[in-house]
């Protein structure tokens, strides 16, 4: 097999992990949304010092995905 093909197979792997990392991420509850079960409610408490547009998780999902992408860009631009 041709490292072409192993780069290919591993820009793969990577973009299906930051995908995943990225699902994890759009189905967490933001920490400033609380949910009481006895009045089946949803409280929102917004302060400006705890609110992140985004954890850890998302950025290096996204940053796994961004990097499959440009290592199969260079894969294909090397192979033709």
Partial sequence: MSYLLWAELA???LGTVG???LFLEFF???PYITYNEDR???RITVMQDNIDEY???GRAGALMLAGSFALLFTVRLLGA
């Fill in 11 to 13: 820009a793969y792997a």
């Fill in 55 to 57: 954890t850890s998780l």
């Fill in 19 to 21: 995908g995943g990392l």
């Fill in 28 to 30: 967490q509850m933001p």
């Fill in 40 to 42: 089946d409610r949803y």
